[in-house]
């Protein structure tokens, strides 16, 4: 049985475009654990709001944080969103005034 850290990276190797979603990649993982759970991910949604409100489902904060360590431990997983941000970082000091001397 693989850990939710587990199934985590293996989505984020698999499905690219879930490395800059957390909401795509936080539903991605209630369905499957909707689906182990022998629950049809169509059933009503009341009945998957009492399953998250006790706790039985991963909380979505807890798939961000994972996701965040995976990503800090195994850059190969980062998103193209988090390139973007990188790149633009330099200028965004500059124009807060960091790194210059006054």
């Known amino acids: 049985m693989k850990t939710i850290q587990g199934k985590i990276k293996e989505l984020l190797i698999q499905k690219i475009y879930l490395r800059d979603c957390d909401k ?3 539903t991605h993982i209630w369905y499957r654990e909707l689906l182990a759970k022998g629950i049809d991910p169509a059933a ?4 998957f709001f009492r399953l998250y409100a006790a ?28 390139l973007e ?10 124009d807060l005034g960091y790194g210059s001397q006054a």
């Open 24 to 26: 795509k990649l936080c």
């Open 44 to 47: 009503p949604t009341t009945d």
């Open 55 to 82: 706790g039985k489902v991963t909380s979505d904060a807890t798939v961000a944080r994972l996701r965040a360590k995976l990503q800090e431990l195994h850059p190969e997983l980062r998103g193209q969103k988090y």
């Open 85 to 94: 941000r990188q790149n633009k970082q330099s200028k965004v000091q500059s």
